[in-house]
C-alpha cells in the first residue's frame, strides 16, 4: 500500500517548518522540540481521576501518573512506558492516548516518567521500569487497580522497555504480568534490518535518528547484544505473558517488531500481531490527524479488555 494520505501530509508539513535532523541538535534541543507536538494527539479526554505520585528507584525518585476510570474498581492496570528514543518525551507526551485507553478499555493506566538518557544511560530506565512495576503491583489497592491484572506496554523505546520488563518480571520471580502491548517496538539495536534499507530515510523516523539514540542511550556498542537492550536476541522467550504487537509499513522497526512476534509464537506465547498498511513512526501518538491512530487506541482497549476479562 502506497503512503497514508494523512500519514503524507503530517510529514510535508514538518518538511516545510525546516526543522534540523536529530543528529544536529543537543538532547535538550530535542526535547523543547517534541513538546511542541503533544496536541496531535487530539482531544483531551476527562476520565475519573488523574493522579501524579513519586516512587523511589535506586539514587532517586520518578513521577507515574495514574488515571482511574468511571466505576467502581478494582480495575485492570496498563502500565505505560513513553516512547522518544529514551532521550526526549514525558508523562506529557502520552496523556491523550493514555486517557483515551483509560476510558476505552475501562482500565487503571499507570503512566510511567523513566528517568531519560543521556543523562541516565542504559540500564538505568529498563531498572526504572521494573522498579515501577513493582510499585505498581504492591500500591494496586491504593488507587482501585487489580494487581492479579496487570499488563505492560509502551511505544519504540517504550515498548522495548515493556519486553524488557516483561522479561525480567519473569527470571526475577514476579511481580505477575497477563499481559505486553508493544507498539513498533525497539526489539533490536543492531539497526540493520530490510525495513530500515526500505524506510530508514524520509518517513519520520530514520535510520540516522536511531543511531542518535544508540549514541545517547547505550553506555558502549557491546551493550548492542545484550537482551535487555535487544530482547530479539533472547535465547529463549518461553513463558512470556501473551502480547498484542502493532507495527507500521513505512517504519525502519517494522521488521524487528513482526521478528519479536513470530519468535514469541515460535516459543509457545499467543501473539496478536498487525502491521498497519501506509502508516509510519509514531501513529499511535498523533491520533488527533491520522484516523490509523486512533484506530490502534482502541484495538489496544479492545484487546486489553479481552485479556483482562471485561
Known amino acids: 500500500m502506497t503512503l497514508d494520505p494523512q500519514a503524507a501530509a503530517f510529514l510535508d508539513l514538518i518538511k516545510s517548518g525546516g526543522t534540523p535532523p536529530l543528529k544536529m541538535m543537543t538532547p535538550e534541543e530535542s526535547r523543547a522540540?517534541?513538546?511542541?507536538?503533544?496536541?496531535?494527539?487530539?482531544?483531551?479526554?476527562?476520565?475519573a481521576q488523574v493522579e501524579d505520585r513519586h516512587i523511589s528507584v535506586p539514587d532517586g525518585q520518578i513521577k507515574v501518573r495514574i488515571y482511574r476510570p468511571e466505576g467502581e474498581g478494582p480495575f485492570p492496570i496498563l502500565v505505560f512506558f513513553h516512547g522518544g528514543g529514551y532521550v526526549f518525551g514525558d508523562l506529557e507526551t502520552v496523556d491523550r492516548p493514555c486517557r483515551n485507553l483509560t476510558n476505552a478499555a475501562r482500565s487503571v493506566v499507570?503512566?510511567?516518567?523513566?528517568?531519560?538518557?543521556?543523562?541516565?544511560?542504559?540500564?538505568v530506565p529498563v531498572e526504572d521500569g521494573y522498579a515501577a512495576l513493582e510499585w505498581v503491583s504492591n500500591q494496586a489497592s491504593t488507587f482501585q487497580g487489580d494487581a492479579s491484572r496487570i499488563a505492560v506496554g509502551g511505544d519504540s523505546a517504550g515498548g522495548n522497555l515493556a519486553a524488557v520488563v516483561a522479561i525480567l518480571a519473569q527470571e526475577r520471580g514476579g511481580p505477575t504480568i497477563v499481559s505486553q502491548v508493544l507498539l513498533y517496538p525497539v526489539t533490536d539495536f543492531s539497526c540493520n534490518s530490510n525495513s530500515y534499507k526500505e524506510n530508514g530515510q524520509g518517513y519520520n523516523l530514520t535510520e540516522d535518528d536511531m543511531l542518535w539514540f544508540r549514541k545517547h542511550y547505550l553506555g558502549s556498542e557491546d551493550d548492542i547484544q545484550n537482551v535487555y537492550v535487544s530482547p530479539l536476541l533472547a535465547n529463549s522467550l518461553s513463558g512470556l505473558p501473551p502480547a498484542l504487537i502493532l507495527t507500521a509499513q513505512y517504519d525502519p522497526l517494522r521488521d524487528e517488531g513482526a521478528q519479536y512476534a513470530a519468535r514469541l509464537k515460535?516459543?509457545?506465547?499467543?501473539?496478536?500481531?498487525?502491521?498497519?498498511?501506509?502508516?509510519?513512526?509514531?501513529?499511535?501518538?498523533?491520533?488527533?490527524i491520522l484516523d490509523q491512530g486512533k484506530h490502534a487506541i482502541d484495538r489496544v482497549a479492545n484487546y486489553l479488555r479481552a485479556v483482562s476479562g471485561r
Request: net charge negative; glycine share 12%; with cysteine.
Open 33 to 47: 522540540l517534541f513538546a511542541q507536538m503533544h496536541a496531535l494527539g487530539g482531544e483531551i479526554e476527562a476520565v
Open 110 to 123: 499507570v503512566s510511567v516518567d523513566y528517568r531519560l538518557s543521556p543523562e541516565y544511560k542504559f540500564p
Open 266 to 288: 515460535d516459543s509457545g506465547v499467543s501473539v496478536e500481531y498487525e502491521c498497519y498498511e501506509g502508516m509510519i513512526h509514531g501513529f499511535f501518538w498523533f491520533a488527533g
